[in-house]
T-cell receptor
């Protein structure tokens, strides 16, 4: 059965520092992988998705993620954090339906 | 504007008092789904619908009902709410299936006393 594990429920970085949010997946077939972001008091919106084309996927707001099959990982990165990046981030995997991770709350310190 | 709407956004109720949370999408999507979000658990699927009159259970369906009489609407019904259903609820839709990009509503925060 498909599943995702997000390592770290809370991540704190300084403004301008690298953002790295970790996601490992379990899937019996090549999966579709997603990162969603949830800003306070809002629903989830898509950041980026992997659908077996390029392994490095670029998303909105300067985020990107790299699919590594050998490591079953799909970590999310951004070179330089902004205060506006503070939010909760969810990794998700889909085969026949979508399964979400528990989420990682990102805090950005001035 | 393409969107998923939910009503109400906030609801306080008492144990046993039936309630309905509405969900509507204007994107002509076939697939619609309900999730609940609880701290530390992420999103868990309650029910989903592949098309009109086609619904199926997700991971946590107990205590909930749904219906899909029209393509655009997918209401969530709590026949007899209990305090353990206090949660943040999201409706989502996608064009054809759960494996595709899903578009989420703004959420409904429910408190059951």
């Amino acid at each position: 059965a498909q599943s995702v594990t997000q390592l770290g429920s809370h991540v704190s970085v300084s403004e301008g520092a690298l953002v790295l949010l970790r996601c490992n997946y379990s899937s019996s077939v090549p999966p579709y992988l997603f990162w969603y972001v949830q800003y306070p008091n809002q629903g989830l919106q898509l950041l980026l998705k992997y659908t077996s084309a390029a392994t490095l996927v670029k998303g909105i707001n300067g985020f990107e993620a790299e699919f590594k099959k050998s490591e079953t990982s799909f970590h999310l990165t951004k070179p330089s954090a902004h205060m506006s990046d503070a939010a909760e981030y969810f990794c998700a995997v889909s085969e026949d339906d979508m399964r979400f991770g528990a989420g990682t709350r990102l805090t950005v310190k001035p | 504007e393409a969107q998923v709407t939910q009503n109400p956004r906030y609801l306080i109720t008492v144990t046993g008092k039936k309630l309905t949370v509405t969900c509507s999408q204007n994107m002509n999507h076939e697939y619609m789904s309900w999730y609940r979000q609880d701290p530390g658990l992420g999103l868990r699927q309650i029910y989903y619908s592949m098309n009109v009159e086609v619904t199926d259970k997700g991971d946590v369906p107990e205590g909930y009902k749904v219906s899909r009489k029209e393509k655009r609407n997918f209401p969530l019904i709590l026949e007899s709410p209990s305090p353990n259903q206090t949660s943040l609820y999201f409706c989502a839709s996608s064009f054809r299936g759960g494996w595709e990009t899903q578009y989420f509503g703004p959420g409904t925060r429910l408190l059951v006393l």
